[in-house]
């Protein structure tokens, strides 16, 4: 509050507490009652009354005349007018200082994205050669009959072959399978094992048919299951997530269940040593 508003103020309250006390003294002090004079009259008393007055007859005095001697009430006085003082002027509002807009801040430019680096081409496998088939020997030509000599020589190099036969040729090795070939037997043979154990273990529920389960299953060398690696799940969403932990658990107890594989060859364990499944209910 500044000096002009406290002036002011102090004004206003000095009116109204003048105000107060001039109506507070008029209200105090009773008005003046006007004092009536009037004059004495004689009276005679008359203890025997004539038979006939001698009093003259009494004029009756004008409705106007009777009026104006009756005495007219004083007016009461005017109460002083109280002028109420002024109200005080409104105060002029401070006017709102301009709040000056806020100056946008320069947007960075983005960065330029590094460019792509080129992802290497996966090399392709080498196809592994295929053993070449052995060719057949040559048939030894006959041999020309020889006539008996008579020495020992044709004795001690053995009979000689019959004219017109030829000895039957070997047959040749079949080439074996390749390791492509081997791990694909392998997967099918781990997959008709496993697999059924897998779905006799598997919950139920809804959409439970479409969530893919995929594992590695670690083998010995003699066929044994070794251990079972968890890969991944895939096609899980919000109906079926309450039966991905227990497929996971079901498809790793049925691989480690399963009895040793020894149909599989020895001398191409590097092939199936390591066999990845996909798992899903039926």
């Given at each position: 509050m500044?000096?002009?508003?406290?002036?002011?103020?102090?004004?206003a309250?000095?009116?109204?507490?003048?105000?107060?006390?001039?109506l507070?003294?008029s209200?105090l002090?009773?008005?003046?009652?006007?004092?009536?004079?009037?004059?004495?009259?004689?009276?005679?008393?008359?203890?025997?009354?004539?038979?006939?007055?001698?009093?003259?007859?009494?004029q009756?005095?004008?409705?106007?005349a009777?009026?104006?001697?009756?005495?007219?009430p004083?007016?009461?006085?005017?109460?002083?007018?109280v002028v109420?003082p002024?109200?005080?002027?409104p105060?002029?509002?401070?006017?709102?200082?301009?709040?000056p807009?806020?100056q946008?801040?320069?947007?960075?430019?983005?960065?330029?994205?590094?460019?792509?680096k080129?992802?290497?081409?996966?090399?392709?496998?080498?196809?592994q050669?295929?053993?070449?088939?052995?060719?057949?020997?040559?048939?030894?030509?006959p041999a020309?009959p020889?006539a008996p000599?008579?020495?020992?020589?044709g004795?001690?190099?053995?009979?000689?072959?019959?004219?017109?036969?030829?000895?039957?040729?070997?047959?040749?090795?079949?080439?074996?399978?390749?390791?492509?070939?081997?791990?694909?037997?392998?997967?099918?043979l781990l997959?008709?094992?496993i697999?059924?154990?897998f779905?006799?273990?598997a919950p139920?529920g809804?959409d439970?048919?479409?969530?893919?389960?995929?594992?590695?299953?670690l083998?010995?060398?003699?066929?044994?299951?070794?251990?079972?690696?968890f890969?991944?799940?895939?096609?899980?969403?919000?109906?079926?997530?309450?039966?991905?932990?227990p497929?996971?658990?079901?498809a790793?107890?049925?691989a480690?269940s399963?009895?040793?594989?020894?149909?599989?060859p020895?001398?191409?364990?590097?092939?199936?040593?390591?066999?990845?499944?996909?798992?899903k209910?039926?």
């Amino acid at each position: 509050m500044d000096r002009v508003e406290r002036n002011g103020l102090g004004l206003a309250l000095i009116g109204h507490v003048a105000l107060f006390a001039a109506l507070s003294l008029s209200l105090l002090k009773p008005p003046k009652l006007p004092v009536i004079e009037n004059d004495p009259i004689e009276v005679d008393l008359v203890t025997k009354m004539a038979e006939e007055t001698t009093a003259p007859d009494p004029q009756p005095t004008p409705p106007a005349a009777a009026k104006a001697e009756e005495p007219t009430p004083p007016e009461p006085e005017a109460l002083p007018q109280v002028v109420p003082p002024p109200p005080p002027k409104p105060l002029p509002r401070p006017e709102p200082k301009p709040v000056p807009k806020p100056q946008p801040k320069p947007v960075p430019k983005p960065a330029p994205k590094p460019a792509p680096k080129p992802q290497p081409k996966p090399t392709p496998a080498k196809p592994q050669p295929k053993p070449k088939p052995t060719p057949a020997k040559p048939q030894p030509k006959p041999a020309k009959p020889v006539a008996p000599t008579g020495n020992i020589t044709g004795i001690l190099g053995g009979s000689a072959p019959k004219p017109g036969t030829s000895p039957s040729p070997k047959p040749a090795a079949k080439p074996g399978p390749t390791i492509a070939q081997t791990k694909q037997q392998a997967k099918f043979l781990l997959g008709s094992v496993i697999g059924p154990r897998f779905q006799k273990c598997a919950p139920s529920g809804v959409d439970v048919n479409l969530i893919l389960t995929d594992i590695d299953v670690l083998l010995n060398a003699d066929g044994s299951v070794a251990d079972v690696v968890f890969i991944k799940q895939s096609e899980v969403n919000e109906s079926n997530s309450a039966q991905a932990a227990p497929l996971r658990s079901c498809a790793i107890r049925a691989a480690k269940s399963a009895p040793p594989f020894t149909s599989l060859p020895k001398d191409q364990y590097d092939a199936w040593k390591r066999i990845p499944m996909r798992l899903k209910v039926r």
